[in-house]
């Protein structure tokens, strides 16, 4: 288990020694503090919060590996666990557990979440904003997990840009695999932001005491916007990858049709002629040209007379357009 700690006071983030568990014997005298957990085991995890006395039912959403997204609040605690954009397609879904009860924040990373390592490195900063209590803190590292989320569906537009692109001017170098794996994406995409609605809207609702100051709700309902938003347009998305499958389903309907179309020429062609050679070829007598020295001559010349005129008649009436 890895913990990062900082320490906030005079409205600045201080990085601290990474301890082994609490600095102290209780959580009390520390002040304001984030604790960030990495690559816990439950029973590590359990020792480290039992100092928080958390109520029994946060704790065992904390230790639980099938993490469900949601807001429990009790007294002066609150836990919710918010999903994240993961960092590659092979990965399985990334969740933060966050636990705020005054004056400790925990986070505990489930997967890969590099995002919040970038905003550790941005608080400590020269430039830090100026930070006055621990639910900015949270706000900051959901915006930047739905900021995360945003980007995503920006990279999913532009790749569903291309493929339309793709689709008009060369429909064959356009895979169903690759529609799949798009469609895929998407399916991603409207879960994790669903998921992060329902997490910030439970969270807009809650009735600790540390969200309810009017400056404080308005960061949180300022996050409730983005992410409806961001739901918006992953739906649009959602509508244009059906309409590109429609299109790819289309364009390869018009493929078959069109070679559909060029076998029937070439067997409205090839049926007569073979009707000639049927003919000429049975061992009966009194066949005409039988015994003419330029028969075969004649008759071939026939032949290519009818398969000329016949393709003449399909150009004229579009069968290869």
Known sequence: MRINWYSLGSGKLQKQPSPQGWPTGEPGPLGESWFDIEDAQPEELRQF??????HPLMLDRCLDSA?????????????????AASGGEAEGPAYLTVVMQSPVLVTIRHGRIPA???????????????????????????????????????????????????LNEDPGS???????????????LVSLIENQLYVIAGLNASDNEALQEPHRKA??????????????????????VNDLHAYYQMA???????????LTIVSAITLPLALIAGLLGMNVGGLPGARSASGFVIVIGLMIALAGIELWYFKRKGWFD
């Open 67 to 83: 993490v469900v997204p949601g807001v429990i609040s009790y007294g002066r605690a609150v836990l919710l666990e918010f999903p």
């Open 219 to 240: 960061y949180i309902q300022d996050l409730v916007s983005e992410v409806e938003i961001a739901q918006r347009g992953i739906y649009r998305l959602e509508t244009r």
């Open 116 to 166: 919040i390592n970038d905003l550790m490195q941005s608080l400590v900063g020269e430039k830090a904003p100026r930070l006055s209590h621990l639910v900015q803190i949270v706000y900051l590292i959901l915006d930047d997990l739905t900021d995360l989320s945003v980007q995503a569906e920006t990279e999913v537009r532009d790749q569903i840009l291309g493929m339309a692109k793709t």
């Open 174 to 188: 356009i895979h169903a695999g690759d529609l799949t794996e798009l469609r895929w994406r998407v399916d991603k």
């Open 252 to 262: 390869g309907n018009d493929r078959v049709e069109k070679r559909l179309r060029i």
């Open 49 to 54: 919060l039992a100092p928080l006395s958390v």
